[in-house]
T-cell receptor, first 117, second 114 residues
């Protein structure tokens, strides 16, 4: 049973460059989440998908961020014109949603650590 | 805006002791709560979740929920040095179409010393 995978694991980029991260969820999972985590803080919600539909995007997410999940499988998160404040761990999680009545497990991938110089 | 508060610690306990980690939340309507463990430089690992008042046990871990007091805790029995990590409490969003996303506290650093 393979878990959530993310690529790359580390990315160093210069300010102003664009970066793209990929997340492959657990195969049967229909929900995919992106979070961002900075040192000493808990993960912060960015956006999530139900199958291929993007259902919510955090108000904290600027227009430089965009995410896709074509065909409801893997997802990409792109950051345009990176800034030093974008330096963080970007975490992807997936889950199998059976509806809102009961909670369900959400599993995280290993994360992509972004450093903007 | 839902808020989740945790004491950042560090909490230090001797090996073999019970570690008690606490979390409070602001939204009285919150129903479900998750506990994750995160080792330094790694991603969060799910320990357990709880949505009913009372206790839920899984091995050495017990989650306790008191909705009236808006308080959730995690007890770790027979603490081991390998339990040294940051423990994250998260509230599960239940309403509308936004259900399923998690709002995390800042985490509590636990150190178990031999």
């Amino acid at each position: 049973d393979t878990g959530v995978s993310q690529d790359p694991r580390h990315k160093i980029t210069k300010r102003g460059q664009n970066v793209t991260f990929r997340c492959d969820p657990i195969s049967e999972h229909n929900r995919l989440y992106w979070y961002r985590q900075t040192l000493g803080q808990g993960p912060e919600f960015l956006t999530y998908f139900q199958n291929e539909a993007q259902l919510e995007k955090s108000r904290l997410l600027s227009d430089r961020f965009s995410a896709e999940r074509p065909k409801g499988s893997f997802s990409t998160l792109e950051i345009q014109r990176t800034e030093q404040g974008d330096s963080a761990m970007y975490l992807c999680a997936s889950s199998l949603s059976r509806g809102p009545a009961l909670p369900y497990e959400q599993y995280f991938g290993p994360g992509t650590r972004l450093t903007v110089t | 805006q839902k808020e989740v508060e945790q004491n950042s610690g560090p909490l230090s306990v001797p090996e073999g002791a019970i570690a008690s980690l606490n979390c409070t939340y602001s939204d009285r309507g919150s129903q479900s709560f998750f506990w994750y463990r995160q080792y330094s430089g790694k991603s969060p690992e799910l320990i357990m979740f709880i949505y009913s008042n009372g206790d839920k046990e899984d091995g050495r871990f017990t989650a306790q929920l008191n909705k009236a007091s808006q308080y959730v805790s995690l007890l770790i029995r027979d603490s081991q040095p390998s339990d040294s990590a940051t423990y994250l409490c998260a509230v599960w969003e239940a309403g509308g179409t936004s259900y399923g996303k998690l709002t995390f506290g800042q985490g509590t650093i636990l150190t178990v010393h031999p």
